[in-house]
């Protein structure tokens, strides 16, 4: 019985090891960054140290726009106060942090999660990700229009 | 006794071997040693092409990925969804809704895929509802259902969704013959007499792929079963298979089955629509409905239309010709070039292959044997490029490769055969399991097939997979095509009974895959655009919650002021513009279904209680590490109560001071 069943693993193995011979891995892979062309969903790309400069008077166009998006996108995780909703309150938050690190936390945020200890340590203590809300570098400058606001800047 | 059973097996045994002589040598029964491999779709890699299924019974189309045959996606079509709200939301309501009221349910069965010159262009999908006859659109950049139309004068929608070259029309064609116009209510034995069959053209339009009911053409009460277009050189005809010439309308099974053959009905649509543009049509008072969804307003509408143009071709002789099929043809299968078009009668021994030109020349030599209802029959020999003998038992239908190759199936002996269209020859045959209906190469309807694959969609699952009970899952079988034998790649099971598919290269829909709903552009009525607009409202006992919903919370998610006898309207907003972050919506005894809300979207449940209390509501989708505490509370209280209409998120109660 123990013979027989050896042969026929023997017949098995040998059946598979000729079947084998020849194999070759031709399947196609889709470009993963294919995918995210012509999309709505906009991931910005990374926001360099000087690129956003500061004038006062402050735009009060920007002022508005900015008021829009906040009321549209991040009112729901951010209080105008320096109190924690889901994310950090913006009381103080330009005075805080660079404006480049705001930027980038609104528009590259992955990037952000992934290497900035600072972003890091807001994950740690809110537990939710900051999303990204879909929003343009332009926009984010106006953000910050409306958090220089926000911060008492005339 | 004994004896007798040793009779019967000897007697089942050179039964079985009589069987087996008819198959090829060297059967596959076991699969090739590199099939994982060709079959292996790595962790975190995509396959190579979309395979869009029927879902058949289910009434849904399904995706999945090939090689690898990973199920991606159910979409909702004709049957109600409760997973994603798909007829129960008050927003896709509309869409289920036909000239008798409400229908839950209905039976997909075949796929087409636009195509622009013949080639596939990635924009929709079309499905077929074969019970209450409908036509669906999906729309490939959302994979959601964008628009289906119902079909008047029609009882049994299976000869569709078939399309021309470049889309200008989906047809559909009845396979329930029913008495039509204002004599409905007749005898069932005057079937001869009474029933009509029609097929349907629905022009699409090129830009928005509305669908409209262009015209009809009233035929006698044959069962139009399959169609397929002609394409290049043939492209401005239809040919569609019939059964049931005999116009039986009782058991079917023998009655439908008396003559040697049947017809393949030739349709010069070109020609027809020379006539409608010419005014020629009858306009009949019909009643059907028209169901769109607004993607700005993630809303659909159904609308009653209440007139159809009618083309009789006994009036217009060169429209419609019959070229006679043995036997109860099935599959009625265009080749890339268009000038072959094969039939498949599921009770004949060869499978016919007919030739356009030649078809051509008959027609304009008159070269008929007669005439079937009126309408002229072009004789069989005229028209036939040839036969291909013995190809096995049960042919059903025949997809092809870009080499000159046809691929059929059959029911009967379940197997695969291929074979060569320019002598008719077979190649190659491989055993299914078991009993295959439809078959799938990528691209195979058309005049560039992508090929690679074959794809069986079996009707009889038996033991292949682990068993589950009296009911099973359906089975799918890959195939490769790419070298002389055809080989056994995978088994996957599917959703409801596939009947047709297609299948597309992967990067032609994956670049265009929406991922998201701009917020910016939700035009929903009851859009809450940012949680500082969420409110809610009274209108008589209609009570309307603007509701937002973002990691972690709704706003409102304390709501009070609701009373016995109201309906509750919760309009939801996902405020989230991250892809892949739905939020859900429940609450406690709701007689529908959940809200699958994605991100940017706005969707409505409405709930009407049925008892005072306080009910809790939640996210059903974790969304978030803090998902857990997604949740809220309405009150509901008595229809004479005075509690005001109140909501808040985030007022924390102050507790009163103790009592000194």
């Known amino acids: 019985m123990k013979n027989k069943i050896f042969l026929i693993s023997f017949l098995c193995a040998l059946f598979f090891w000729q079947c084998d011979k020849g194999v070759k891995k031709d399947y196609k892979a889709v470009e993963v960054e294919e995918l995210t062309k012509n999309q709505p969903e906009v991931h910005g790309t990374e926001i360099k140290e000087g690129e956003i400069t500061f004038a006062t008077p402050l735009n009060s166009e920007w002022v508005t726009q900015g008021q829009n998006i906040y009321d549209l996108k991040c009112m729901a995780c951010h209080k105008l106060t320096d109190e924690k909703l889901v994310g950090p309150g913006w009381k103080g938050v330009t005075k805080v942090r660079k404006p480049t690190w705001i930027m980038n936390m609104i528009i590259n945020v992955d990037m952000m999660l992934e290497s900035d200890p600072e972003a890091q340590k807001l994950l740690e203590q809110c537990l939710v990700r900051m999303p990204n809300q879909n929003v343009s570098k332009e926009e984010a400058r106006s953000i910050i229009e409306f958090m220089r606001k926000n911060d008492g800047e005339q | ?660």
């Open chain 2, 1 to 660: 006794m004994c004896k007798k059973l040793i009779f019967y097996s000897i007697s089942i045994i050179a039964i079985l071997s009589l069987f087996s002589a008819c198959k090829p040598k060297g059967v596959q029964s076991a699969v090739s040693g590199d099939s994982a491999v060709k079959a292996y779709v790595p962790p975190g890699k995509y396959d190579e092409f979309y395979n869009i299924v029927s879902g058949g019974f289910s009434g849904q189309m399904s995706i999945y990925g090939l090689p690898s045959g990973r199920l991606f996606r159910v979409i909702p079509v004709f049957s109600v969804d409760p997973e994603k709200g798909y007829g129960y939301s008050e927003e896709s309501k509309p869409m289920l809704n036909t000239s008798h009221g409400f229908v839950p349910w209905d039976d997909l069965h075949h796929i087409a895929l636009s195509t622009t010159d013949g080639i596939h262009d990635g924009k929709w999908a079309f499905g077929n509802a074969n019970n209450t006859p409908r036509i669906a659109r999906i729309d490939l950049k959302t994979f959601r259902t964008a628009e289906i139309l119902e079909i008047p004068n029609s009882g049994g929608n299976h000869s569709s969704p078939f399309i021309t070259e470049n889309t200008e029309y989906v047809v559909a064609g009845t396979r329930f013959s029913v008495p039509m116009g204002d004599k409905t209510d007749v005898a069932i034995n005057t079937y001869k007499e009474n029933f009509k069959g029609t097929v349907s053209f629905i022009s699409v339009n090129k830009e928005s792929g509305e669908m409209n009911l262009a015209f009809q053409i009233l035929l006698p009460g044959v069962d139009f079963d399959l169609a397929r277009a002609g394409k290049g050189k043939s492209h401005g005809w239809f040919f569609f298979s019939c059964y049931n010439s005999e116009r039986a309308n009782t058991l079917l099974e023998v009655n439908a089955s008396q003559k040697d053959k049947d017809f393949i009905m030739a349709v010069n649509w070109k020609k027809a629509e020379e006539y409608i543009k010419a005014g020629k049509g009858m306009k009949k008072n019909v009643r059907y409905t028209h169901n769109k969804m607004d993607e700005s307003k993630h809303s659909a509408t159904s609308k009653i239309e209440t007139e159809a143009i009618v083309l009789d071709p006994k009036e217009f002789p060169d429209i419609v010709y019959w070229i006679p099929c043995p036997k109860s043809p099935h599959g009625c299968d265009t080749d890339p070039s268009g000038e072959y078009i094969v039939g498949s009668g599921k009770l004949a021994a060869v499978i016919p292959v007919f030739s356009f030109t030649k078809m051509q020349e008959a027609i304009s030599s008159k070269n008929y044997e007669g005439d079937y209802e009126g309408l002229p029959v072009l004789k069989y020999d005229a028209v036939l490029h040839g036969e291909v003998k013995k190809p096995g038992l049960g042919p059903l239908h025949t997809e092809f490769d870009a080499n000159g190759y046809a691929y059929t199936s059959f029911f009967v002996s379940s197997e695969i055969v291929k074979w060569r269209i320019s002598d008719l020859q077979v190649v190659d045959r491989v055993p299914t399991y078991y009993s295959v209906g439809h078959l799938c190469v990528p691209g195979g309807p058309t005049k560039k097939p992508w090929g690679k694959y074959v794809i069986a969609y079996n009707k009889i699952t038996k033991d292949r997979y682990l068993p589950t009970g009296p009911e099973l899952t359906q089975s799918a079988q890959l195939f490769s095509i790419e070298g002389d034998k055809m080989k056994l790649l995978l088994d996957f099971p599917t959703i409801g009974e596939p009947h047709y598919a297609e299948a597309i290269p992967a990067e032609l829909l994956s670049k265009n895959s929406t991922k998201i709903y701009k917020l910016e552009e939700n035009k929903h009525p009851y859009v809450t655009a940012g949680e500082k607009n969420s409110k809610v409202e009274r209108k008589g006992n209609e009570v309307h919650v603007y509701m937002t919903s973002i990691r972690s919370h709704f706003t409102p998610d304390n709501i009070e002021g609701v009373k016995l006898g109201d309906v509750v309207y919760f309009h939801v907003t996902n405020l989230e513009q991250d892809w892949d972050v739905p939020h859900g919506f429940a609450v406690k005894g709701a007689n529908n279904a959940e809200l699958l809300i994605m991100p940017g979207e706005t969707q409505t449940l409405a709930w009407k209680p049925e008892r005072i209390g306080v009910f809790p509501m939640y996210c059903t989708d974790f969304c978030s590490a803090l998902h857990q505490e997604m949740q809220g509370y309405v009150r509901v209280s008595p229809a004479n109560s005075n509690v005001p209409l109140s909501f808040s998120t985030g007022n924390v109660a102050k507790p009163t001071a103790p009592v000194q």
